[in-house]
């Protein structure tokens, strides 16, 4: 059977937060796609960018009402135009480049209704293939800004499995589980905080779940946690320096990995864990009336 791997770049890029500024959505397509390019020169097949990447839309800039105060968002103030052509843009050059990129973005619905917020997920050929839409939202993103999303989403790059996170979604570890249960290699969870607990809670489950993690945050919060890759097992194999710049961390995933830890965790603890959730140990379980056993001596 042919080698399964694949060489993985997960970026920090400096993200916009103001979704009218439009020279600053321009600024933010191009450092994109310096980034991929960069990725591609180092051999890299799927790129990950972090939440919101071409603009993460802050409250107090779309939700704001006269007196500073939490209002529905008026998402006709953003330059929706910008948004598309920059997002026409990175995907162009991910056919070009042969490489599949994955990037967030506010994604419009029909008025009313309210935005999605999004990973856009482009094919090597230049093609939106999926998007993953957010499913679990803070309060305030309910409330004031985004619709929630409902469904899961896998996709297969050269036999990887990948499924997709944002954020919050850390917070979830059922969203984790769902996708051990759907046989996902690796999670791409982008997030838009500043907030060193959560890249943590992102290398547990690569402890808990036995895939890569893919993690993957704004160039302006990696001083307090890069971005980077964790294999299964939970070491990091990869990580963005914490200066504050854009930057690529690269690694491979390789299903036929020789590495003992990565070995231990995909070839033995996943599986094991597996049939002990399956059942295993309940033909194993004492046979009778357990009340019997109950007492204070040893």
């Given at each position: 059977?042919?080698?399964?791997?694949?060489?993985?770049?997960?970026?920090?890029?400096?993200?916009?937060?103001?979704?009218?500024?439009?020279?600053?959505?321009?600024?933010?397509?191009?450092?994109?796609?310096?980034?991929?390019?960069?990725?591609?020169?180092?051999?890299?097949?799927?790129?990950?960018?972090?939440?919101?990447?071409?603009?993460?839309?802050?409250?107090?800039?779309?939700?704001?009402?006269?007196?500073?105060?939490?209002?529905?968002?008026?998402?006709?103030?953003?330059?929706?135009?910008?948004?598309?052509?920059?997002?026409?843009?990175?995907?162009?050059?991910?056919?070009?480049?042969?490489?599949?990129?994955?990037?967030?973005?506010?994604?419009?619905?029909?008025?009313?209704?309210?935005?999605?917020?999004?990973?856009?997920?482009?094919?090597?050929?230049?093609?939106?293939?999926?998007?993953?839409?957010?499913?679990?939202?803070?309060?305030?993103?309910?409330?004031?800004?985004?619709?929630?999303?409902?469904?899961?989403?896998?996709?297969?790059?050269?036999?990887?499995?990948?499924?997709?996170?944002?954020?919050?979604?850390?917070?979830?570890?059922?969203?984790?589980?769902?996708?051990?249960?759907?046989?996902?290699?690796?999670?791409?969870?982008?997030?838009?905080v500043d907030d060193?607990?959560?890249?943590?809670?992102?290398?547990?489950?690569?402890?808990?779940?036995?895939?890569?993690?893919?993690?993957?945050?704004?160039?302006?919060?990696?001083?307090?946690?890069?971005?980077?890759?964790?294999?299964?097992?939970?070491?990091?194999?990869?990580?963005?320096?914490?200066?504050?710049?854009?930057?690529?961390?690269?690694?491979?995933?390789?299903?036929?990995?020789?590495?003992?830890?990565?070995?231990?965790?995909?070839?033995?603890?996943?599986?094991?864990?597996?049939?002990?959730r399956a059942g295993?140990?309940?033909?194993?379980?004492?046979?009778?009336?357990?009340?019997?056993?109950?007492?204070?001596?040893?």
């Amino acid at each position: 059977m042919a080698r399964k791997t694949l060489r993985l770049a997960v970026a920090q890029s400096t993200v916009p937060e103001d979704p009218t500024d439009r020279g600053a959505l321009r600024a933010a397509g191009q450092e994109i796609r310096a980034l991929m390019a960069e990725a591609a020169e180092a051999g890299a097949r799927l790129v990950q960018f972090c939440e919101g990447s071409v603009t993460y839309p802050s409250k107090h800039v779309i939700a704001a009402g006269p007196a500073g105060e939490l209002v529905p968002a008026d998402w006709s103030r953003a330059a929706w135009d910008v948004l598309r052509e920059e997002a026409e843009s990175i995907a162009a050059l991910a056919g070009k480049l042969g490489l599949w990129t994955v990037f967030g973005s506010i994604h419009p619905l029909t008025p009313p209704n309210r935005p999605h917020n999004s990973l856009y997920i482009v094919s090597d050929h230049g093609q939106l293939v999926a998007r993953y839409d957010k499913r679990f939202l803070s309060h305030t993103e309910v409330s004031f800004l985004y619709s929630p999303g409902h469904q899961p989403l896998v996709i297969e790059v050269d036999g990887i499995r990948f499924g997709f996170a944002l954020c919050i979604e850390a917070n979830f570890p059922e969203i984790f589980a769902e996708y051990e249960r759907m046989d996902a290699d690796c999670v791409l969870l982008s997030v838009m905080v500043d907030d060193a607990p959560r890249a943590r809670v992102a290398q547990a489950y690569g402890t808990l779940y036995n895939y890569w993690i893919g993690y993957a945050i704004p160039a302006q919060f990696s001083a307090t946690a890069p971005s980077g890759i964790v294999a299964p097992g939970g070491r990091w194999l990869a990580r963005c320096p914490a200066n504050g710049h854009p930057a690529l961390a690269i690694a491979d995933i390789d299903l036929d990995s020789q590495d003992e830890d990565i070995t231990m965790a995909v070839r033995r603890a996943r599986p094991w864990r597996r049939s002990a959730r399956a059942g295993l140990y309940d033909e194993r379980t004492p046979v009778g009336d357990p009340r019997s056993d109950v007492g204070t001596a040893f």
